[in-house]
């Protein structure tokens, strides 16, 4: 029964994000989930019921320079993991996604999630800044919420 809410998470990421139509997008797979833990093993998170995941996370820690040239349009989405030096000090992260069923939400979850991505990065990590690809008013008030808790400059790439 697992797969039942997987498939659910899975179809709403294509849905929203659609990826197979656009290259320059994060398309996450088995090379993808294991460069992003190699990066900090929180980037990716995940929230499960009974019937398997109900909520995704996804941040990339990087340094200023990537983000830069991301938010110039010098780079894409995909290029961020790509240009992130793994064990470098990272003083930004990048909201990559944000996915949580229908019905869980507005129950805290995202925020939930980010923050402790965010507070785990952070203890290892001078943080300064967070950044997103605007894709919905939710991911916008999320990002918004996170920078405003951790006292982050917020940048954003508009869609």
């Known amino acids: 029964m697992q797969t039942d809410n997987r498939a659910r998470m899975i179809k709403l990421a294509e849905e929203f994000f659609n990826m197979k139509n656009d290259p320059a997008q994060l398309s996450v797979d088995e090379s993808t989930m294991k460069r992003l833990l190699e990066i900090h093993a929180n980037t990716l998170t995940e929230k499960i019921d009974k019937n398997g995941p109900i ?4 941040v990339i820690p990087t340094q200023k320079k990537v983000m830069k040239d991301f938010l110039s349009k ?32 507005n129950k805290g979850l995202a925020k939930e999630m980010l923050s402790d991505a965010i507070r785990s990065i952070m203890q290892q990590h001078p943080i300064e800044s967070l950044f997103l690809w605007s894709f919905s008013k939710e991911g916008n008030r999320l990002a918004g919420w996170a920078a405003n808790e951790f006292n982050l400059k917020l940048y954003e790439r508009p869609a």
């Open 74 to 105: 010098k780079i894409s989405e995909r290029e961020i993991l790509d240009k992130t030096i793994v064990g470098e000090n990272y003083d930004t992260i990048y909201l990559c996604s944000a996915l949580v069923l229908p019905e869980y939400r």
């Open 55 to 58: 909520a995704w996370m996804l």
